[in-house]
């Protein structure tokens, strides 16, 4: 019986869930999960959750003290959230999952580093070693100095929001364990700016993961890459091969529909034979290449103020829970 692209996916490449629905994940069983503040106030706002927001919240809010105000507990809530799904999910995927950092503290890196090192302390206090909780970090400059000396400690870092060679090479020489370049924000750029329609090994987000990927086999490099953000089923086709692909569930189950042959398009015996220079990178160089690339510029910041704008869009829905919860309770009095 033939297999379906899906499961010939599977024989080349680790096969992620990017999202926060659980439902999905029991469907698709992928060997890791990935959520992002999108996702989690995506999967916070469907009635099957509630009952895990409200327990995060009420726990908050009894931790903080009724002096605290909503949006301190809403807060506090959204990190113990993020846990609190991420130990749902590491009850059905036998990997990993990616837990983000806070947007909002993307170019500093001492706060970066306090989050992450509590965000690993939660699931450690939940009896789940570190190995199965990758942190995910937008891939600043500061970011990339917080995942080495996070890397450093054992905590393993998934760096988001990767657009350009410059910052996958910053994140490789920092010994972090994943990046996640994405490939479909990069098509959209492209698209907008040239009005172009791109198709297969043409796509630039196909063409920028496949010069990562080569890089970082050509080199030796342990980091591994984790193509995301795929706009269609075509873009996933192309990259065959990668490390691992994190794919949402309306693709996968385009996937697990599809027929045919499905060839392996990366391979780290031929990267290793191609000739691709070593490039040094520090501060300077980094930020040189960071300018000199609109295309990353742009969509980093878009990026970093996106999530930022649904962790506080996630806060309000929180803080106006915690009302709903109080007012009840009151009411029962």
Same mark, same amino acid.
């Given at each position: 019986?033939?297999? *379906?692209?899906? +499961?010939?996916? #599977? #024989?080349?490449?680790?096969?992620?869930?990017?999202?926060?629905?659980? @439902?999905?994940?029991?469907?698709?069983?992928?060997?890791?999960?990935?959520? &992002?503040?999108?996702?989690?106030?995506?999967?916070?706002?469907?009635?099957?959750?509630?009952?895990?927001?409200?327990?995060?919240?009420?726990?908050?809010?009894? @931790?903080?003290? *009724?002096?605290?105000?909503?949006?301190?507990?809403? *807060?506090?809530?959204?990190?113990?959230?993020?846990?609190?799904?991420? %130990?749902?999910?590491? =009850?059905?995927?036998?990997?990993?999952?990616?837990?983000?950092?806070?947007?909002?503290?993307?170019?500093?890196?001492?706060?970066?580093?306090?989050?992450?090192?509590?965000?690993?302390?939660?699931?450690?206090?939940?009896?789940?070693? #570190? @190995?199965?909780?990758?942190?995910?970090?937008?891939?600043?400059?500061?970011?990339?100095? =917080?995942?080495?000396?996070?890397?450093?400690?054992?905590?393993?870092? &998934?760096?988001?929001?990767?657009?350009?060679?410059?910052?996958?090479?910053?994140?490789?020489?920092?010994?972090?364990?994943?990046?996640?370049?994405?490939?479909?924000?990069?098509?959209?750029?492209?698209?907008? !700016?040239?009005?172009?329609?791109?198709?297969?090994?043409?796509?630039?987000?196909?063409?920028?993961?496949?010069?990562?990927? *080569?890089?970082?086999? &050509?080199?030796?490099?342990?980091?591994?890459? /984790?193509?995301?953000?795929?706009? &269609?089923?075509? +873009?996933?086709?192309?990259?065959?091969?990668?490390?691992?692909?994190?794919?949402?569930?309306?693709?996968?189950?385009? $996937?697990?529909?599809?027929?045919?042959? $499905?060839?392996?398009?990366?391979?780290?015996?031929?990267?290793?034979?191609?000739?691709? +220079?070593? /490039?040094?990178?520090?501060?300077?160089?980094?930020? %040189?290449?960071?300018?000199?690339?609109? /295309?990353?510029?742009?969509?980093?910041? !878009?990026?970093?103020?996106?999530?930022?704008?649904?962790?506080?869009? $996630? !806060?309000?829905?929180?803080?106006?829970?915690?009302? !709903?919860?109080?007012?009840?309770?009151?009411?029962? $009095?």
């Amino acid at each position: 019986m033939p297999q *379906n692209l899906l +499961e010939q996916l #599977r #024989r080349y490449t680790v096969v992620v869930a990017d999202t926060g629905d659980m @439902e999905a994940m029991e469907e698709f069983r992928p060997q890791d999960a990935t959520t &992002n503040p999108s996702l989690i106030t995506a999967a916070a706002q469907m009635p099957q959750y509630q009952p895990i927001v409200d327990e995060v919240l009420l726990a908050a809010r009894k @931790e903080l003290g *009724n002096k605290a105000t909503d949006q301190a507990v809403a *807060n506090l809530a959204f990190r113990r959230l993020a846990v609190a799904f991420g %130990k749902k999910i590491l =009850a059905i995927v036998p990997g990993r999952v990616s837990t983000e950092v806070d947007a909002r503290l993307s170019y500093d890196t001492e706060a970066t580093i306090a989050q992450a090192r509590d965000l690993i302390g939660q699931y450690e206090q939940a009896g789940i070693g #570190r @190995e199965r909780v990758l942190i995910k970090i937008a891939s600043t400059w500061e970011g990339i100095r =917080a995942a080495e000396v996070l890397e450093r400690e054992g905590i393993h870092c &998934n760096l988001t929001l990767l657009f350009g060679l410059h910052q996958a090479i910053a994140a490789a020489e920092a010994g972090v364990t994943l990046i996640s370049p994405f490939v479909g924000r990069i098509l959209d750029w492209y698209t907008k !700016e040239t009005g172009k329609k791109y198709e297969g090994a043409d796509d630039p987000g196909v063409k920028s993961v496949t010069r990562i990927y *080569n890089y970082y086999k &050509n080199h030796g490099y342990k980091t591994v890459v /984790m193509g995301a953000s795929f706009r &269609n089923m075509g +873009e996933i086709k192309e990259l065959a091969g990668c490390d691992l692909l994190t794919i949402s569930p309306h693709l996968l189950a385009e $996937l697990e529909a599809a027929e045919g042959a $499905l060839p392996r398009k990366l391979d780290p015996e031929a990267a290793r034979a191609l000739h691709i +220079e070593r /490039m040094a990178m520090d501060k300077a160089t980094f930020e %040189k290449m960071h300018q000199a690339d609109a /295309m990353a510029r742009d969509k980093l910041k !878009e990026g970093i103020d996106g999530f930022a704008a649904a962790l506080m869009k $996630l !806060e309000a829905l929180l803080a106006a829970r915690l009302g !709903e919860l109080e007012a009840r309770a009151a009411a029962a $009095l």
